[in-house]
């Protein structure tokens, strides 16, 4: 037995002005005997139950009317199946909260026998009112999940109670969240609203309803957060006044964009489902208020005590940091990515390139400075700096950092190397490649080999007739491959990591000295405990299907990344659904819409990226298969393949507007330090253990 539906937005005059939420659920039951007009349903907990499911973005809405049963019927769909059809009517204002219900078949009504069928098995659909997924809605006025807070956060506390003359006077509560909560990075400050629950609270609300016009607001920083100075860094608050006669509520919401605090309200109303405080009477016993004098001694007795247990920690940490057991491990730890200043020299005039986070300069450490990356004989890295962003891209460079730090090492990951504070500017520092990002240097060698054949040179002729030719400017089809292989490799990687890039794409791909990938741009990468439903601004081109529908990332959602970027590789740098805004992407996707065949691409080729590009993500090939299919094209190369070039046609329309601004990386010409040859040595094994030999 299953359960499928659909919603669409209908004027429905008879039920009033305002357009009705038109949902139709399927249920298909197996060896239930068709007979017309014999099976019914009835809207109560065991027939059909329909819940609300109060989410964090949802609030208690006091016009929120319950949905209307409009028609049952059933079909007969062969195979010994029937179908029940069931339309049900919800407000529209479920669609400007996207509110969740969940609707429930558990039993038939037989009208025959004049009893209720049990089920075998209970049908559940989870409906959530998303505008994006609703047929004919406008989504203007629907809630803006990536602006408006996430509520019901609290998951634990503590409380203090203080009596005063023989009555509660004040609670403390102390807040616990958890500091690995999935979208914890995203969030500004968090916002606690404390008060007395309505009188009259309904249990379909849950235990306490909040007003919050009438609560009591306080603001917390979020932990670990060392840019956070306006707000309470403590975690706690005080109910002053307390009442015991009297149930009390605390709601803890995450703000995500300081314009919009509070919870969508819809109709003017300000309620919302909190958490009942409870306050710990045995707590209460321990912490009441003594007497001056008695006080006083208590006091003193406390203090002694601090001491005493301060003097003992002093002697440990000592022992410890003398006999070298402790402090060294930790210094490690907080040592291994914070860089000295004097470390680095940085030169602001060579500008290499712009990110989404910063701008990035040639850096250079000094010859002392022996780390896990193995740099060039002029120990060239780059530098990205924040010096310019405001406070949301401030935080959008710290998130980059952090997720660097999380990817980790490997010879095809731009190797993250530090970050050095400088005049209180953090400088992210990380390996340098000199070929700049993948699509700057494919459109480059492009270029190069259209000037060679508009000036008739065939680059497929032997080698004689070539002299002429700088084999450094051009690329042939087995490196294209290569280069496809190798960002396959670091793909699999990011995946025994459980990690999902959620930005790949050519210019996020970087080519080094020689000529091999590094993978980067780690500021929006996701994982199981942090997941990820919304494209990356500027990346829709490159978003798989669900990422678009705004349904959770996976790392077949990179393959489908993996399809535009390989498009991009043996386009040579063509521009990806070059005519198309962003806006109007997800619309060509799901009419089956997708990136036409490259010219003098193999037909193999251009299978596999239509596989990466299937609606369904179960259905997609995995990277480890992708890597396999792109060595077996490569095996069928021309003997000679390293002189296999692509006939690049210039009439194609994925080069049409091809910016013209496309430069070579920036070099420089670092001022030359004594260093040792060796450095300029070193195999692609010795990089591959990590460190210097």
Known sequence: MALKGRIRQENRPEEGPEPKLAVMAVVYIEGL?????????????????????????????????????????????????????????????????????????GSLYDTKCDKMLDLTSHAALNVTFACEKI?????????KIDHHPVCNLMRS??????????????????????????????????????????????????????DMAKANMTRFCVPNRVNCTRYNRKFAFTISNYD???KYGVQICGILDHRFEAPPIVSGTSKIAADVLTVSTTIASLSVIAPADSLLRTLIGYAFVLAFLLIILIIFISYKCATGRWCKGNNQESDQFLMDEKSLTLFEDIVIGKGRFGTVYIGQLSLDWHGPVVL???????????????????????????????????????????TVVKNGNVLHVMEYCSNGNLLDYLILKRKYMVELQEKGVNLNESLPSLNDIDFDEVISIHDLYRIASQICTAMMYLGTKSIVHNALCARHVMISSDHNVKLGDFGSISTPTTPNCTPVVNQYKWSSLELLRGETATALSDVWSFGVVLWEILTMGGRPYYNVPDAGIRGLVEKGFRLQKPDGCAISMYQLMRETWLDNPTDRPTFSQISQRISQAASQCTPEASRNFLTIS???????????????????SLPRRQHYDAAALISESERLLGYRL
């Not at 973005?57 to 929120?64: A, F, G, K, N, T």
């Not at 047929?135 to 809630?143: E, H, K, Q, S």
């Not at 530098?383 to 406070?391: E, H």
């Not at 210039?650 to 070099?667: F, G």
């Open 244 to 246: 015991t006669s009297s």
């Open 650 to 668: 210039t009439l194609c329309d994925y080069y049409l507007d091809d910016p013209s601004s496309t430069s070579r990386p920036a070099t420089s």
């Open 376 to 418: 060039d004989d002029q120990q060239r890295v780059a530098v990205k700096t924040n010096r310019y962003l405001d406070k949301s891209k401030k935080q959008d460079f710290f998130d980059e950092i952090e997720g660097a730090k999380e990817v980790g090492r490997h010879s095809r990951i731009l190797s993250f190397i530090g």
């Open 33 to 105: 005997e068709f007979e017309a007009n014999r099976w019914d349903v009835l809207k109560n907990e065991s027939s059909l139950s329909i819940d609300w499911l109060p989410m964090s973005h949802d609030v208690i809405e006091s016009s929120r009317r319950p949905p209307k049963l409009k028609s049952v019927h059933f079909v007969d769909v062969g195979q010994e199946t029937t179908a029940l059809v069931i339309e049900l009517l919800f407000d529209l204002l479920n669609m400007k909260l996207r509110s969740t219900y969940e609707i429930r078949v």
């Open 135 to 143: 047929i004919g809605v406008d989504c203007r006025d629907a809630i």
């Open 157 to 210: 506390y503590h409380t203090r109670v203080i009596e005063r003359e023989n009555h509660v006077d004040q609670v403390d509560v102390l807040i616990s969240i958890e500091k690995n909560y999935h979208r914890l990075k995203k969030m500004r400050y968090f916002l606690a609203y404390s008060g007395k629950c309505e009188e009259h609270t309904k249990n379909d609300h849950g235990e306490c309803v909040l």
